[in-house]
């Protein structure tokens, strides 16, 4: 029987996820980036409290023999691996905060921005502004338009040069 996990990685103050085992592994986090799985409940560790390796494992269903059932989560080695589950436990400190969903992408992004464009390359400024405020909910929408920005804003460079000659 394979096993699926739900990794959730905190950078920067900000929350990513989720990822598999596989994904967290491939993406050779540095050893104190802190790390949760679902089933944590908000426990949060450091990567280099994870042994990837042997979630990968149990993620692609290869068994690995348990000779000791009574093993616990966190190893004499201070690595963690998940022979049985998570065992609950409540944060111990009184600043925890609750993981924050990850940002979700707008897969309505494939309409065309043609008027915001045209705005963009007459009215440079509305593009970056429009970047700035689409760039996480509707990535290529906010490209499009901060191109054409940029587009007008060379010409409209070039055209003053020229006319000044």
Same mark, same amino acid.
């Given at each position: ?7 959730? /990685? ?5 929350? $990513?996820? *989720?990822? !598999? &085992?596989? %994904? @967290?592994?491939?993406?050779?986090? =540095? ?5 949760? %799985? ?6 949060? =560790? *450091?990567? &280099?409290? $994870?042994? $990837? ?5 149990? %993620?692609?269903?290869? !068994?690995? *023999? ?7 989560? /966190?190893? #004499? ?12 436990? !409540? ?10 969903p990850p940002v979700q992408v707008n897969n309505e992004d494939n309409s065309s921005p043609i008027g915001w464009c045209i705005l963009s390359f007459l009215i440079p400024l509305v593009g970056w @502004?429009?970047? $700035? ?8 929408? &906010?490209?499009? /338009? ?8 060379? =010409? ?5 040069? #020229?006319?000044?000659?």
């Amino acid at each position: 029987m394979s096993t699926s996990y739900k990794f959730y /990685v905190q950078m920067d103050g900000q929350t $990513f996820g *989720p990822y !598999s &085992a596989r %994904e @967290i592994r491939d993406l050779d986090l =540095l050893d104190d980036v802190m790390v949760t %799985e679902e089933s944590m409940n908000g426990q949060w =560790l *450091p990567a &280099a409290k $994870f042994d $990837f390796d042997d979630m990968v494992r149990k %993620e692609s269903g290869y !068994s690995v *023999p348990q000779p000791n059932t009574n093993k616990s989560v /966190v190893n #004499a080695d201070g690595t963690v691996t998940n022979p049985n589950g998570w065992q609950p436990q !409540s944060p111990t400190h009184p600043g925890y905060q609750q993981p924050t969903p990850p940002v979700q992408v707008n897969n309505e992004d494939n309409s065309s921005p043609i008027g915001w464009c045209i705005l963009s390359f007459l009215i440079p400024l509305v593009g970056w @502004i429009l970047y $700035f405020c689409w760039k996480s909910s509707k990535p290529k929408k &906010a490209s499009a /338009v901060c191109t054409w920005a940029w587009i007008g804003f060379a =010409l409209n460079i070039i055209v003053t040069i #020229a006319g000044g000659l």
